[in-house]
Nanobody
């Protein structure tokens, strides 16, 4: 049974870099054909896809966030990390990590989500 768990600071100051880690258990993040994604939900708004890192290590980001986003992985610890730079209060959201099944596009496993607030 796959489980995903987000971790990281709940409060980030404006202009700083937000860094969140998703630790995965039950499956290796190098297993084909899974894509490991970050999604967020600002207060009162819908879900927004941020990007993913694939089982092979390639990454792809939302065009609206790509200049500020980096997703990396540590295969020895079976986890992947989101970094979002130059944050503003508009980046305040609940951040989720999730697994996507490549062949179907199904988001079949989610972390519980973590609240990140950007405020001075």
């Amino acid at each position: 049974q796959v489980q995903l768990q987000e971790s990281g600071p709940g409060l980030v100051k404006p202009s700083q870099t937000l860094s969140l880690t998703c630790t995965v258990s039950g499956v290796s993040i190098t297993t084909a054909y899974y894509y490991w994604s970050w999604i967020r939900q600002p207060p009162g708004k819908g879900l927004e896809w941020i990007g993913y890192i694939s089982y092979s290590g390639s990454s792809y980001y939302s065009p609206s966030l790509k200049t500020r986003t980096s997703i990396s992985r540590d295969t020895s610890k079976n986890r992947f990390t989101l970094q979002l730079s130059a944050v503003t209060p508009e980046d305040t959201a609940v951040y989720y990590c999730a697994r996507v099944v490549g062949r179907s596009g199904e988001y079949d496993s989610w972390g519980q989500g973590t609240q990140v607030t950007v405020s001075s």
